[in-house]
C-alpha cells in the first residue's frame, strides 16, 4: 500500500481496471478545506474502489480522518472526525444520471484527466457542517479574562560614581 495518492486520475481508465487507490492525504494539500480549518493539523485516510456498474464508472469507498474546525461560537478550535462514505457514479449525460439509482451520486465527468485531491476535498466539505459549534455551551464556560498586571522589574544598575579627584599641590616654585 502506497501513502503517495495520484494527483490525475482517469475515473473511466481506473473504472476498467478496477483500480483500489488507499493512501493518505494531507490537508495541506487541500487549498479551499485550508480556507475554513482552523489549522493545516491532520490528514485524511483515503480508501477508493473504482468499478463499473454497467457502462457507468463507480468510485465507492471512504475518506476518513481528523480535520480542527472553527466553532462559530467561540471561534476556537473544534476537533471534527471526518468519516465521509463515498459512492459516486461518473456519468457523462443527463440520462445516464438519470438511471443512476439513489444510493449513488452522479458526477458529470468530461474525458479529461480530474484532480484525485478536488474530488476529495469536495466529498470532505459537503459532509462538514455549516455552523460548527462545541458540544458544550463554550462561551458560557470561557473563564473571565484577566489581564495579567505587568511586572515591571527595576534592575537599575548602580553605577557608581566614583569620582576621583586629586589635587596634586606641587610647592616645586
Ligand atoms: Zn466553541
Not at 44 to 52: A, C, I, N, P, S
Not at 58 to 79: F, W, Y
Not at 127 to 132: C, E, I, K
Request: hydrophobic share 40%.
Amino acid at each position: 500500500m502506497s501513502d503517495q495518492l495520484p494527483e490525475l486520475i482517469d475515473p473511466v481508465v481506473f473504472a476498467e481496471r478496477q483500480s483500489h487507490i488507499q493512501g493518505r492525504l494531507n490537508l495541506r494539500r487541500l487549498d479551499r478545506l485550508a480556507d475554513i480549518l482552523f489549522d493545516g493539523k491532520g490528514e485524511l485516510k483515503v480508501d477508493l474502489q473504482f468499478y463499473k456498474e454497467g457502462k457507468v464508472p463507480i468510485i465507492e469507498g471512504s475518506i476518513v480522518g481528523q480535520v480542527t474546525l472553527v466553532c462559530q461560537s467561540c471561534l476556537q478550535a473544534l476537533d471534527w472526525s471526518v468519516d465521509k462514505p463515498v459512492k459516486i457514479g461518473m456519468v457523462q449525460t443527463i440520462e445516464q444520471a438519470d438511471r443512476l439509482t439513489g444510493e449513488f451520486e452522479p458526477m458529470m465527468v468530461s474525458d479529461e484527466k480530474m484532480s484525485l485531491p478536488g474530488l476529495i476535498e469536495d466529498e470532505v466539505l459537503i459532509s462538514l457542517p455549516d455552523f460548527p459549534r462545541h458540544e458544550q455551551k463554550c462561551l458560557q464556560y470561557q473563564p473571565a479574562v484577566k489581564l495579567a498586571e505587568p511586572k515591571i522589574t527595576k534592575q537599575e544598575s548602580e553605577n557608581p560614581f566614583a569620582v576621583l579627584a586629586k589635587l596634586k599641590i606641587t610647592g616645586d616654585q
